[in-house]
Every structure is written in structure tokens, then in C-alpha cells.
């Protein structure tokens, strides 16, 4: 969609060593998504190469690497003097692991499996604290390349405005404050509608799929639904851009009824 371009909150330059092609692929295109600029190594002499030759924002640095690990690897950058920061991602969910990463010079430790929203968010928290003059996080609530405004009630995807009801704006919000959780239906109208409201499920599939009809317009699909639960926000995967045009171009859009609540 040529979203990233446009996207001036991140911007950063990340390094991601990982020795499995299908995690490291993943993790790459999910952050380049949210505007990131991604360079990638499957070996740890690999990542030291890439991160002497440039001055990366963070790398995200798996531990265990099939010619030696990561920790050796931070070992050297420090020894360089790079302060570049790390956030490890590792199998092995040991306290000792733990305490080395850190004591070495590690930001953060995430154990596999893991959510790609959960990486995200550590990576900016990262970033926040380590980058010089960073500003604080503020009203804006970010997501893949939406941006909600507390303040203003502006909602923007890609840059472009989008125009939504009270009711939806509230709805984005809650999915917002909550990516990668799934989110009952039950728990959806307590907190964007009344509580004496006494709606149903159907109140939320029906505004669910006219959120997604006014946010497919700049983008691909990023509200998912767990049948038979709820709701919730991923991010989008490689290819989601042209199935979400596709089914808005078939009539499967929020408009077409309850059909699309039930995606």
C-alpha cells in the first residue's frame, strides 16, 4: 500500500538477526510495515558486520545463533563501544538468561513464541527511553499506520483523514488501547456502549463492519475476528492488502450487511 512512507513516528533503523528464515522474514516485514527501515542477518558474524559498517536505532538479536549466541555478540559491540540497544529473543525462559542479557547490556528479553504487536510495542518503549530528546507518547494512540488523536478526535490512516461516528471513534479506541487481545463482545459493549444500553452481539458485528469498510479505504485489513468470541487488532500480513481490496471490491465490506462482522 506505500503506507510506511508516510509514517514519520518511527522512522528508525533496525537490525534483526535471527537464524529462522520464516520468524526473521515475519518480524521484518511486520516493522517495515510500521515504518521502520530493516536490515536482517542470520548469523551472529553477520550482525557484526551489518552493525560496524552502520549505526543501527535497536537490534533485535536472537540469542541463540548457529555460531555462537547473542550474548557474544553484545559482548563485541560493547567492547567497540556501541551503545546501539538490544532486545533479546530467545526459546530458553530462564532467570540466568535473563540476568545475562540485561547485565551485558540488554534493553529487553522476549521469550519465543511471542506476538508481533507485543515486539512492536517493546521496540518503541525501547526507543523512547534510549533516543535522544525522544518525546513522550502523548494522546496519539498508534497502530500498523493508524493514528487516533485523544484530544482532537482525529482519526488518520496512511496520512488520510478518516471520517468516523462518536460510536466507532470509541470502538477504534478500545480495540487500540488493547492490539493482539481478542475482545468478547460482552466486554466490546461495556465499554463503548452504555451499560443500560442492552445491546447484543449484533450491535457490534454491525459497527465492527463499518469501521472496517471506512478504514479499508487507506489500507489493508487489521480487525480480526475469533469466531464465536469477539474481535480483535493485528497487524496485517504479507498479501492482506490485496485480499482486503478484493472482498471490498466484492461487496464483503462493512455495508454488506452482517456478513462482514463475521469475517
Known amino acids: 500500500m506505500g503506507a510506511a ?14 537464524d529462522e528464515p520464516f520468524l526473521r522474514d515475519a518480524v521484518a516485514a511486520s516493522l517495515r510495515f510500521l515504518g521502520f527501515e530493516v536490515s536482517t542477518a542470520e548469523t551472529g558474524a553477520g550482525a557484526l558486520r551489518l552493525a560496524r559498517d552502520r549505526p543501527f536505532d535497536l537490534i533485535v538479536l536472537d540469542v541463540m ?31 540466568a538468561d535473563k540476568v545475562t542479557g540485561l547485565t551485558l547490556g540488554g534493553d529487553d528479553y522476549l521469550t519465543k513464541p511471542f506476538g508481533l504487536e507485543e515486539l512492536a510495542a517493546r521496540i518503541r518503549t525501547v526507543l523512547r527511553r534510549t533516543r535522544p530528546g525522544a ?63 442492552g445491546g447484543s452481539g449484533t450491535v457490534v458485528a454491525t459497527y465492527v463492519a463499518y469501521l472496517r469498510r471506512k478504514l479499508a479505504r487507506h489500507g489493508p485489513e487489521v480487525i480480526w475476528t475469533q469466531r464465536g468470541i469477539g474481535y480483535s487488532m493485528r497487524l496485517p500480513r504479507p498479501g492482506d492488502a490485496v485480499a482486503a481490496g478484493d472482498a471490498v471490491a466484492a461487496g464483503h465490506a462493512p455495508g454488506a450487511g452482517h456478513a462482514a462482522g463475521a469475517r
Open 5 to 18: 512512507a508516510s509514517l514519520p513516528r518511527d522512522h528508525g533503523g533496525l537490525l534483526v538477526v535471527d
Open 65 to 95: 545463533l548457529p555460531d555462537g549466541d547473542g550474548f557474544e555478540v553484545v559482548r563485541r559491540l560493547r567492547a567497540d563501544g556501541s551503545r546501539v540497544p538490544v532486545i533479546f529473543l530467545t526459546a530458553r525462559d530462564t532467570q
Open 135 to 197: 518525546a513522550a507518547a502523548g494522546p496519539v494512540l498508534t497502530f500498523a499506520d493508524i493514528e487516533l488523536d485523544q484530544d482532537t478526535y482525529e482519526v488518520r490512516r496512511s496520512g488520510h483523514l478518516v471520517d468516523l461516528s462518536p460510536t466507532e471513534f470509541r470502538l477504534l479506541r478500545y480495540l487500540m488501547l488493547n492490539p493482539g487481545r481478542v475482545l468478547t463482545r460482552a466486554q466490546i459493549l461495556d465499554h463503548v456502549w452504555d451499560y443500560d444500553f
